[in-house]
């Protein structure tokens, strides 16, 4: 398959033997790059694509995992949320949130600490849940590549990150060989999920010349509320509307409107790119069973400006954005809100900047320096709505301000055939700042005036100057065999939403929540940076020919200084009983303590056989274990993903692939105290799936969940997506956000 958006290979850019002719240059250049090092010299004008997935075979970057276009395809059959397309890469679990809008954890650590960036630009949430995450803004359809660095991130792509590197790119753009092969090709794709009615579309059409490449392409998505396997205990109190929710529907999950469009013109002048890409997303409503309040609206406008060059001393990236984001939340419809509701809005503004040059110092040697930059500005403030809500409109973050400035420098060798290292130093300054804020009533002293003045009497600007340093080391002896190891020194300053939230008002600090755990969140603008120190081994084996079996094992280590937890909230307005409570919801605050976590990942595939009556059939699994744990008060880690194995059948046989699939996920026993997390069950879930390719056409058909199994996510959050959310104790305790139950999925992709 040459493109993925539509899941199979384009009409254009094809001779008449159907030998690809097109030309990537971006990726090309990147391939050529890395084989200039190996001494071969190819250049732009004279390479062309003329197999699947070249790609791959150029050696992945030192610490990396690359999805290529099939693998993506592959996974996206009943996927509404772009995070899903990770769920199989080793060492990765996905925090559930909204229906578009996941949060991938490597090795433990989430959000926040995992630098995500998608078609090169850093997106920002704006919103003290962190619905409107980085990956919601890109749709599934639209996801070709992905790279993940897992562990030891080289620092050319890390920075303010301590867990590790996400880059998710749309499929960059083709130019077409000669003047003869240009032409206009476009992608058409549907689909369909039995389970909340879920349905969507994306279409997109691109005209492809020899120097220049537009594109457009929109795509649209919604779904009702899902529901549980099996039978799920409603939770006690209804809806607004008196309305009941059937006891296997799980509230607040349903998302409508979820709208992207993207318009896009790119250049090519010799060995030179230019890349400019315009997107819009709407969003309707998005709801969030784990948190108390839904997103009612929230649109993006991204402008993106990229340049990639190649130089005959080595390679020139430069890359703009500026994101804009205007967010609303509410309760959605499933909630009762006292006939008032809770209306809170965001704005912010993020502008990136980047410029790196790669320099091939000789056969052998890549120096890669650059320095980055980063903006972000946010207003966070709850209009009022009367009684004790009121008459101001109550500001929680007021003129946020974070900037980030970066210089890095990088040098990679291969000073023996078998041998490649790598080494890093990345300084970054990041200043945080916020204005004054104010309280729905500076006459309540308790209630608002206190927290507000105290507040608003401290200095809030902080400066953290951060340091980052990775060593990484390849042995690869032959082609059956290879290691990689290293160390790092990753540092991360806290985020607005940790420094600056200040109300111990306890329905406002429930409103500050962006773990999913039904908790209220008080900031501390005293808050350090992490700094995280990780050793990793991994060891990746096969048969010499690559194609019989592969083996790859992964162990890690990492110990993080000043490691951002929560403490029970004891000052302000926490009541006595917040400090020892264990059964209910709690206000925290957020503090520095230590943390240390640690775990393996094992993957593997082996061909099992073929014969001609039946095609080929492999197998292929993915283990994972983490363990995460608070070292200051012996406390575990929040969200740790339980051991878990996915196993795999594959058959192959005349254009259908075939995967029956089991994931096994053991109980969730070791959980955060200081949160009141709710441990789980394990579980086992069965999921059938085949896809056809057809010349330029893709049907792919499944069934998840297979056996209706009733279970909770364990990292689902606290289920709080129906009744009384806005206070503490409107909802019961206990409950966790169940998953999916059995659904049907279609969908069909057209090429042309
Ligand atoms: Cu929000």
Redesign the pocket.
Known sequence: MYRSSAGGPRGVCRNASGVLTCVRPLVALLATFSMSAQGQETTLDTLTVTAPGFRRATAPRLGSIDMGEADIAARRAGVTDSTQLLRDVPGISVYSAGGISGLPAIHGMADDRVRIQVDGADLMAA???H??SALSYISPSKVAEITVYPGIAPVSVGGDSIGGVIQVRSAPPVFAGSAEESGAGGTLGSYYNSNGNAVGYNAGVEWVGQYLNLSYSESHARSGNYKAGGAFKPVTKGREDGAPIAGDVVGSSGFSGAHNREVGIALRQDRHVLQLTVSEQRVGFEGFPNQR?D?TDNQNTLINLRYFGQYDWGELEARLSDQDVR?R?DMGADRYSYGTGMP?E?KAHTRNGLVQANMALSDRDILRVGGEYQSYILYDWWPPVGGVMGPNPFWNVDYGRRYRNDLFSEWESRWQPAWTSLIGVRATRVTSDAAAVQGYDNGLAASWGNDAAAFNARDHKRIDNNWDFTALMRFAPDTAQRYEGGYARKSRAPSLYQRYPWSTNPMAALMNNFVGDGNGYVGNPDLRPEVAHTMSVTGDWNDEAKTRWNLKATAYYTYVENYIDARRCDFGQCSAENATKTNGFVHLLYVNQAARLYGVDLSGGAALGRSDAFGSFTANGVLNYVRGENTTTGDSLYNMMPLNVRLALVNRTAGWTSTAEVLMVKGKKDVSDVRNEIPTAGYGLLNLRSSYQWKLARLDVGIDNLLDKNYTLPLGGAYVGQGASMTTNGIPWGYVVPGRGRSLNVAVNLNF
Do not use: V
């Open positions: 919103c003290p849940n619905m409107n309040m997103m967010h939340m809170m965001t």
